[in-house]
């Protein structure tokens, strides 16, 4: 449990700190970004090898999920590529709590299209739980994050995937808020905050408006 | 050449500080990078603001012989102003990454500096003299009458009070659309190389409308980027050579003959990881935060979070040596991590005659490694010594248990005064140490 604590503290600091990161004079750093999504990945191995063995004799299911928290970086890496051009444009389909336990081995291309857009629509329930309000960030930034193409954590709620292996547990409301919030950006290679230029450069045709839309959404994290 | 031992086989004293007394620092003024010419007569610091002071050391005093020349400021001018790239609404910070000299070959003196997206070569001259009496002309420039003029007279050169003149010559921009952390001088110097996150550029220095590409390591899909370059540096004698090093503890050593782009290196230095080390944060401490070759091109120093570590050009699996700057924040990595601290990047010098190198600390210590006795020694820099030759005491860091009389506890150090930028004289036992807004000269002591 003070692993998981641990884990958790230093997740929620890394997220913190690229987020703060984009604030800063002179751009995003991307070896800074690199050097604090490594780190969020270790600890979420570190956060998810530590819930499953607390969990271990309570679910009888567990067993068969522990492998998934090593399947799921690569799995969720061909899921994000697949999501790469369908960067949270994509209406939710359905509620995810519901099909989270049955699709813990299933292909996970299907959850790629899942996008940004399911987790806007839990944003508040998530918050009245009661959480961690601590883990998750002001709607406002969210939204920032969401749309915009450059910098560290936008890319990561646009693919914010399920982790359909931690839907059970002791703590099941912080298991999901933490998959839906981090999951995303915990999953993701540290490739996942890259600059500017390969978002605009996947998407040639769109450089303008987003740099449009940068322009604005920079002056909403500005005033 | 001097620069024999280091260690305790001689005595470092303050020669001097420069720069404001006051606790309260303005970022401008912060220390971002620190550099001797070829010839070791002038210093140059840039700093965060832009601005880049040159120092000259005074010629010696023959009649007292018991200390070196002096630094004084010879010229200070500013290098690079903020900038705005509108197209991704980013500002372009002023703060100079690097400088590095040209070598002499004539009067004037030339450097290159750097900002993160912009290289500049600047060419500093001195003024002496001043034409008089001419001709046409009154002495405030103002054309005479002609009808007033009824004698002939050829100006003549006299003495003026020195100006030390500092003009950008080229302006070498729009080539990085990351950020610069690296340059270096060609041992042919007609070429220099920039290198940023994901590449490294050849330029040559009189051309600035197009640079060569050399080396290439984004990948075509930026979510499998794993590593970034950290530093490069050219080979002190060979032409073809180079190294650089990434964020993965690996260095790459290409030859540029044998291809016009060298992402396949010739030689790749890496030592595998000791699983005994294996913590959290392994991944970020093994990033190398600068890389220089000895002065006689055999041999390469890294330098990483903890340690500083010695590789033969010939040999790739491991390091020659390896020497451990702090140990004792092994332990602390998580708070450094909350600090912010953990990111920071130390550098490291070689002295003239590669028998010491020198990185810095927290605290405001400095440590130096003698390769010959094998004995190291730490040292603060401080105004607390500030009387010349006076001779600076050896500083000792106690990592656990009893601490003794002047060892000064790990949960004592200030990790807000750190040393990132030091530099050695080329040829003589004279080190300068830049804290965050100082810079402080230390000599050997001269009986």
């Given at each position: 449990?003070?692993?998981?604590?641990?884990?958790?503290?230093?997740?929620?600091?890394?997220?913190?700190?690229?987020?703060?990161?984009r604030?800063?004079r002179g751009?995003?750093?991307?070896?800074?970004?690199?050097?604090?999504?490594?780190?969020?990945?270790?600890?979420?191995?570190?956060?998810?090898?530590?819930?499953?063995?607390?969990?271990?004799?309570e679910?009888?299911?567990?067993?068969?999920?522990?492998?998934?928290?090593?399947?799921?970086?690569?799995?969720?890496?061909e899921?994000?590529?697949?999501?790469?051009?369908?960067?949270?444009?994509?209406?939710?389909?359905?509620?995810?709590?519901?099909?989270?336990?049955?699709?813990?081995?299933e292909?996970?291309?299907?959850?790629?299209?899942?996008?940004?857009?399911v987790?806007?629509?839990?944003?508040?329930?998530?918050?009245?739980?009661?959480?961690d309000?601590?883990?998750?960030?002001?709607?406002?930034?969210?939204?920032?994050?969401e749309e915009?193409?450059?910098?560290?954590?936008?890319?990561?709620?646009?693919?914010?995937?399920?982790?359909?292996?931690?839907?059970?547990?002791?703590?099941p409301?912080l298991?999901?808020?933490?998959?839906?919030r981090?999951?995303?950006l915990?999953?993701?290679?540290?490739?996942?905050?890259?600059?500017?230029?390969?978002?605009?450069?996947?998407?040639?045709?769109?450089?303008?408006?987003?740099?449009?839309?940068?322009?604005?959404?920079?002056?909403?994290?500005?005033? | 050449?001097?620069?024999?031992?280091?260690?305790?086989d001689?005595?470092w004293?303050?020669?001097?500080?420069?720069?404001?007394?006051?606790?309260?620092?303005?970022?401008?003024?912060?220390?971002?990078?620190?550099e001797?010419?070829?010839?070791?007569?002038?210093?140059?610091?840039?700093?965060?603001?832009?601005r880049v002071?040159?120092?000259?050391?005074?010629?010696?005093?023959?009649?007292?012989?018991?200390?070196?020349?002096?630094?004084?400021?010879?010229?200070?001018?500013?290098?690079?102003?903020?900038?705005?790239?509108?197209?991704?609404?980013?500002?372009?910070?002023?703060?100079?990454?690097?400088?590095?000299?040209?070598?002499q070959?004539?009067?004037?003196?030339?450097?290159?500096?750097?900002?993160?997206?912009?290289?500049?070569?600047?060419?500093?001259?001195?003024?002496?003299?001043?034409?008089?009496g001419?001709?046409?002309?009154?002495?405030?420039?103002?054309y005479?009458?002609?009808?007033?003029?009824?004698?002939?007279?050829?100006?003549?050169?006299?003495?003026?009070?020195?100006?030390?003149?500092?003009?950008p010559?080229?302006?070498?921009?729009?080539?990085?659309?990351?950020?610069?952390?690296?340059?270096?001088?060609?041992?042919?110097?007609?070429?220099y190389?920039?290198?940023?996150?994901?590449?490294?550029?050849?330029?040559?220095?009189?051309?600035?409308?197009?640079?060569?590409?050399?080396?290439?390591?984004?990948?075509?899909?930026?979510?499998?980027?794993?590593?970034?370059?950290?530093a490069?540096?050219?080979?002190?004698?060979?032409?073809?050579?180079f190294?650089?090093?990434?964020?993965?503890?690996?260095?790459?050593?290409c030859?540029?003959?044998?291809?016009?782009?060298?992402?396949?290196h010739?030689?790749l230095?890496?030592?595998?990881?000791?699983?005994?080390?294996?913590?959290?944060?392994?991944?970020?401490?093994?990033?190398?935060s600068d890389?220089?070759?000895?002065?006689?091109?055999?041999?390469?120093?890294?330098?990483?979070?903890?340690?500083?570590?010695?590789?033969?050009?010939?040999?790739?699996?491991?390091?020659?040596?390896?020497?451990?700057?702090?140990?004792?924040?092994?332990?602390?990595?998580?708070?450094?991590?909350?600090?912010?601290?953990i990111?920071?990047?130390?550098?490291?010098c070689?002295?003239?005659?590669?028998?010491?190198?020198?990185?810095?600390?927290y605290?405001?210590?400095?440590?130096?490694?003698?390769?010959?006795?094998?004995?190291?020694?730490?040292?603060?820099?401080?105004?607390?010594?500030?009387?010349?030759?006076?001779?600076?005491?050896?500083?000792?860091?106690?990592?656990?248990?009893?601490?003794?009389?002047?060892?000064?506890?790990?949960?004592?150090?200030?990790f807000?005064?750190?040393?990132?930028?030091?530099?050695?004289?080329?040829?003589?036992?004279?080190?300068?140490?830049?804290?965050?807004?100082?810079?402080?000269?230390?000599?050997?002591?001269?009986?």
């Amino acid at each position: 449990m003070e692993v998981q604590k641990e884990a958790q503290r230093i997740m929620t600091l890394s997220v913190w700190k690229m987020y703060h990161s984009r604030m800063q004079r002179g751009g995003l750093r991307l070896h800074r970004s690199l050097q604090l999504s490594l780190v969020m990945r270790s600890a979420r191995e570190l956060y998810l090898s530590a819930k499953v063995e607390a969990h271990e004799p309570e679910v009888s299911l567990q067993p068969a999920r522990s492998p998934d928290p090593r399947l799921h970086p690569p799995r969720e890496a061909e899921a994000e590529a697949e999501a790469a051009p369908l960067d949270g444009e994509q209406p939710s389909p359905e509620p995810m709590d519901t099909q989270e336990a049955p699709r813990a081995e299933e292909a996970p291309a299907r959850g790629a299209p899942r996008p940004a857009k399911v987790s806007r629509k839990r944003r508040s329930s998530s918050l009245s739980d009661g959480g961690d309000v601590g883990l998750v960030p002001s709607k406002k930034a969210r939204l920032e994050e969401e749309e915009e193409k450059e910098g560290a954590s936008s890319e990561v709620p646009d693919r914010l995937q399920p982790s359909p292996a931690q839907a059970e547990g002791a703590f099941p409301n912080l298991a999901r808020v933490l998959q839906r919030r981090f999951s995303g950006l915990l999953n993701c290679n540290p490739a996942a905050p890259p600059t500017a230029p390969p978002a605009c450069e996947a998407k040639p045709a769109c450089r303008p408006a987003d740099s449009m839309l940068n322009v604005l959404v920079r002056t909403v994290v500005a005033f | 050449m001097a620069g024999a031992g280091g260690g305790n086989d001689i005595q470092w004293c303050f020669s001097q500080v420069k720069g404001a007394v006051d606790d309260d620092v303005a970022e401008a003024d912060i220390i971002s990078t620190v550099e001797f010419n070829h010839s070791g007569e002038l210093l140059a610091t840039g700093d965060k603001g832009g601005r880049v002071v040159i120092f000259q050391q005074e010629q010696e005093n023959k009649i007292q012989s018991h200390s070196r020349g002096e630094y004084n400021v010879y010229s200070t001018f500013q290098s690079h102003e903020p900038e705005f790239d509108y197209l991704k609404s980013l500002e372009i910070e002023e703060k100079i990454n690097k400088i590095r000299w040209l070598p002499q070959k004539n009067a004037a003196q030339f450097l290159l500096s750097t900002n993160d997206k912009t290289i500049k070569l600047w060419k500093i001259s001195e003024r002496d003299k001043r034409p008089e009496g001419y001709n046409l002309k009154e002495e405030d420039g103002r054309y005479r009458d002609p009808t007033t003029v009824t004698t002939l007279r050829v100006p003549v050169f006299r003495p003026m009070d020195l100006m030390v003149e500092a003009s950008p010559r080229r302006i070498f921009a729009n080539a990085h659309t990351y950020h610069i952390n690296s340059i270096s001088i060609n041992s042919d110097y007609e070429t220099y190389l920039s290198a940023d996150d994901l590449r490294i550029n050849l330029w040559h220095l009189e051309i600035t409308d197009r640079s060569f590409n050399i080396v290439d390591i984004k990948p075509a899909n930026m979510e499998e980027l794993t590593e970034v370059i950290t530093a490069a540096e050219f080979h002190p004698n060979s032409c073809n050579t180079f190294v650089y090093s990434s964020s993965k503890g690996t260095i790459r050593l290409c030859d540029m003959r044998a291809s016009a782009l060298c992402d396949r290196h010739s030689k790749l230095f890496e030592e595998p990881e000791d699983p005994s080390n294996r913590s959290f944060f392994s991944e970020i401490i093994s990033s190398i935060s600068d890389v220089k070759f000895s002065h006689s091109g055999r041999y390469m120093m890294t330098r990483d979070y903890l340690s500083v570590k010695i590789w033969d050009l010939n040999m790739e699996n491991r390091p020659v040596e390896t020497y451990q700057v702090h140990e004792y924040l092994r332990s602390k990595l998580c708070s450094l991590y909350e600090n912010d601290c953990i990111f920071d990047k130390f550098e490291c010098c070689w002295n003239g005659c590669d028998s010491v190198v020198m990185t810095g600390s927290y605290n405001n210590f400095f440590r130096m490694f003698d390769r010959n006795t094998k004995r190291d020694i730490t040292l603060e820099a401080s105004r607390e010594n500030n009387k010349p030759r006076t001779v600076l005491k050896p500083r000792k860091v106690c990592a656990s248990g009893k601490r003794k009389k002047d060892e000064i506890s790990v949960d004592s150090l200030d990790f807000n005064k750190k040393i990132l930028h030091t530099a050695w004289h080329p040829k003589e036992n004279i080190i300068a140490v830049a804290t965050t807004n100082n810079l402080y000269i230390f000599q050997d002591k001269v009986n």
